[in-house]
């Protein structure tokens, strides 16, 4: 074995997988995503075999995705695993189990990428076409967890996003690789590359397409149709240390119920206000009216308040994690409960072997994409995906379909205190805007709250976890007349076009392994 070459692919693999830690929202040197893949791919094109290739792409895998989701380790203080084993252990068993699953996603494309050899071009599209079926598959395949999609690292690069309308966030992942393998391509046939070149003008104009295409569509243009409703935001922004102590429960609420009377009475003209998700962290909806319920609808009905929040909800016997819109009577305008709910948070797979590992499990799955009317608006619906939901773009866009014109993200991400999650959460939102074509707003326990236009442009006035006390008034545009996009319409349309080509690419080389191509091979020692 060729121990120097082994060595300088790992190398050029952890290189790779550093980078894109760094490239992350949280650390967010975003243009490092734009060169990150190149190491690896080099790697890939270098490695002596099949079993070479795999430990390339998984070491650049595990090093990604260890130092972005660190802070599932960081979440023992709100473990009750009732094992023999410490709650440190657990959470940080769960943190290495699933980053060193998600790192196989990486391992199979090297794997693909590898065994495959045709004309630089066709390889360049070819590697874009595989990471992005792969990112595809993570992203849904087990519950999903698509934290880690490349395209999110570059939430602040605007004209970038905005093919996210047509594309979804893959399309952003696609132009990003298919960067990276032009750049590799030319690194690799450097003594050629006058020669090399010509293949990377197509790629090349079609990333200037991309960027031009961004700038052409975040063109300032008027519409008659086009009408503005003013909101409150009130995180509140309570640790989660204390939080679900029934003992703060009376404090907690006073807070909020203060908060929501001096915005109000500062802004009367406001549509609604909303807190985060369980910012009531008891279920006082729940049967016949009790003290805190009674004092929240007569503070609505003093000051003609319509109010989104989130809280508990049972029903049938069954516990769910909801938001209610409350309106200027105290009655209920409508009800959504979350429906992606998180492993191992809010429910636990495979419940008859594991205990109850979070203090928050055991919540049931919502059953439909209930939408709420706008206050103050005529006939205008808004979507609420509650925390996690709004990672996944095929779930927002489903609020959409169904006639939503603004989305509002509630969560409560002091779980993730001092880390970088809530920065990486964040992230997510401006894409559900872009793909959607419409507004977001986002209230936060403990992350960061904000309004976020339908460029995803995220509004400078933001509410961050250390403000107890603040609150956030804004302005959102309402277009009444509302043209679906491409992406609402048919969801995740490009990476399952790259996953259907991907499978055609693994059959192709299930062929060669059974010796039904005899040729490839032979082509294949040529051209190396």
Not at 238 to 260: E, G, H, P, S, T
């Amino acid at each position: 074995m060729n121990w120097g070459r082994v060595k300088k692919g790992l190398l050029l693999s952890s290189i790779s997988g550093v980078l894109l830690v760094l490239s992350t929202a949280g650390i967010g040197w975003y243009p490092l995503a734009w060169i990150a893949i190149i190491p690896l791919l080099i790697a890939i094109k270098s490695a002596k075999n099949t079993k070479s290739a795999f430990l390339i792409g998984y070491l650049s895998g595990s090093i990604h995705f260890l130092g972005t989701a660190y802070w599932i380790a960081l979440l023992y203080p709100y473990a009750n695993t009732g094992w023999f084993v410490s709650d440190v252990a657990v959470t940080t068993i769960l943190y290495l189990l699933l980053s060193l699953y998600l790192a196989v996603y990486s391992a199979v494309f090297a794997v693909v990428l590898r065994r495959l050899t045709w004309s630089v071009l066709p390889m360049i599209f070819v590697s874009a076409t595989i990471w992005t079926a792969c990112e595809w598959i993570a992203s849904w395949l087990l519950t999903g967890f698509p934290w880690g999609s490349l395209g999110y690292t570059q939430w602040k690069n605007l004209p970038v996003i905005q093919i996210s309308s047509i594309f979804g966030i893959h399309g952003v992942s696609f132009v990003i690789v298919l960067f990276n393998a032009t750049g590799a391509e030319l690194i690799h046939a450097r003594t050629s590359w006058r020669v090399q070149i010509k293949y990377a003008t197509v790629p090349l104009i079609i990333i200037l397409m991309v960027f031009v295409f961004g700038v052409l569509v975040m063109r300032p243009v008027e519409f008659s149709d086009v009408s503005k409703i003013k909101i409150g935001i009130i995180p509140g922004n309570i640790r989660q240390i204390d939080k679900w102590q029934n003992k703060n429960f009376d404090a907690i609420f006073r807070k909020y119920l203060n908060l929501i009377k001096e915005v109000s009475d500062k802004h009367s003209d406001l549509s609604f206000i909303t807190l985060a998700e369980t910012a009531i962290p008891q279920a006082i909806f729940y049967n016949q009216e009790n003290m805190y319920q009674k004092a929240l609808k007569q503070l609505l009905r003093d000051q003609q308040l319509n109010l989104l929040v989130g809280t508990p909800n049972y029903s049938e016997g069954k516990a769910y994690n909801s938001v209610f819109l409350l309106n200027s009577k105290g009655d209920q305008a409508g009800v959504y409960s979350k429906m992606h709910l998180v492993p191992f948070g809010e429910y636990t797979p495979i419940a008859s072997f594991f205990p109850d590992l979070i203090q928050e499990s055991g919540w049931e799955a919502g059953k439909s994409y209930d939408i709420f009317p706008i206050p103050s608006t005529l006939g205008l619906e808004m979507g609420v995906a509650i925390c996690y939901e709004s990672s996944f773009p095929n779930l927002v866009r489903r609020f959409v379909k169904k006639g939503a014109v603004i989305i509002g993200v509630l969560t409560n991400d002091a779980w993730f205190e001092g880390t970088a999650a809530p920065t990486q959460h964040l992230s997510m939102a401006p894409f559900r805007a872009v793909e959607n074509r419409v507004s977001v707003f986002r209230c936060a326990n403990g992350g960061i709250s904000c309004i976020i236009d339908k460029f995803g442009r995220v509004g400078k006035e933001q509410i961050l976890p250390e403000e107890q006390d603040g609150f956030l008034i804004g302005s959102i545009a309402l277009k009444h007349q509302k043209k679906e996009t491409i992406y609402t319409l048919y969801g995740d349309w490009f990476p399952i076009a790259c996953f259907v080509i991907s499978l055609g690419l693994i059959g192709f080389l299930l062929l060669l392994q059974f010796g039904i191509i005899n040729n490839y091979d032979s082509g294949r020692e040529r051209s190396n």
